[in-house]
C-alpha cells in the first residue's frame, strides 16, 4: 500500500503506486505551525489522535498549553475536513500485516513524516518504508530510526526549503488529490 501525504506528497506518490502496481490511498497529517511562522513547524499531527512536539522549539518560543491547544484545535479541524473530503466515506484501507511505503514531495524538519509514522505504526503494518525525492541529511538520518526503511533521492544539507528542488512548486488543490485517488480506485 502507497500512502501520499497530502497535498504535495499525493501526485508523487501516485506515481509510486503506479510504479510499483499497487493501491494508493491518502494519510492526512497536519503541520502545527509556529503562529506568524506557518511554515516552521513545532509538530504535528494525525489519526488516532497522534501528536509529535518539538518540545525544545515550543520552550524557545515560550509558547503557552492553550496557544499550543488553539493552534491543535484548528489543525484538527482541517485535518477532520481533509479527511472527509479526500475519502469520499470510504473507510481508510487496513494496514495491519502489509508493507506500507509513506509518500511525501520533501521533509524540511520531518515532523508530518513523524507524526505518520506513529499513525501508521498504530496499525501493526509488516514494515514501514518512507520515500521522499528530497530531504535533509539529517532529517533522513533521524527517520531512519523510525521507519524500516528511507529513501530520500536528494539529500542536501541543510535543506533550505522544498520547493528549492523543483521547477514547479505550485500547491496542489483539494479538487487534484481527490482525482488522483479517484483515479487509483
Same mark, same amino acid.
Given at each position: 500500500?502507497?500512502?501520499? =501525504?497530502? +497535498?504535495? %506528497?499525493? /501526485?508523487?506518490? *501516485? ?9 494508493? &490511498?491518502? $494519510? ?56 472527509? =473530503?479526500? +475519502?469520499? %466515506?470510504? /473507510?481508510?484501507? *487496513? ?9 511525501? &514531495?520533501? $521533509? ?78
Amino acid at each position: 500500500m502507497v500512502l501520499g =501525504l497530502p +497535498r504535495g %506528497g499525493v /501526485p508523487v506518490a *501516485a506515481e509510486v503506486a503506479g510504479a510499483l502496481g499497487t493501491a494508493l &490511498d491518502v $494519510l492526512v497529517v497536519r503541520k502545527l505551525g509556529v503562529p506568524g511562522r506557518e511554515e516552521l513547524a513545532l509538530g504535528a499531527i494525525a489519526r488516532g489522535g497522534v501528536r509529535v512536539l518539538n518540545e525544545a522549539l515550543i520552550r524557545e518560543l515560550e509558547l503557552t498549553p492553550a496557544e499550543l491547544a488553539s493552534i491543535e484545535r484548528r489543525e484538527r479541524a482541517e485535518l477532520e475536513r481533509r479527511e472527509r =473530503l479526500y +475519502r469520499d %466515506g470510504r /473507510p481508510a484501507g *487496513a494496514l495491519a500485516g502489509r508493507n506500507v511505503v509513506i509518500v511525501d &514531495d520533501g $521533509l524540511a524538519t520531518g515532523s508530518t513524516m513523524l507524526a505518520a509514522l506513529a499513525a501508521i505504526r498504530a496499525e501493526r503494518p509488516a514494515a514501514v518504508l518512507v520515500a521522499v525525492p528530497v530531504a535533509d541529511a539529517e532529517i533522513c538520518a533521524l527517520l531512519s530510526e523510525a521507519a524500516d526503511e528511507v529513501v530520500c533521492l536528494l539529500t542536501p544539507h541543510p535543506l533550505g526549503a522544498v520547493g528549492l528542488y523543483y521547477e514547479d512548486f505550485s500547491q496542489t488543490a483539494d479538487e487534484e488529490v481527490r482525482a488522483l485517488l479517484r483515479a487509483a480506485r
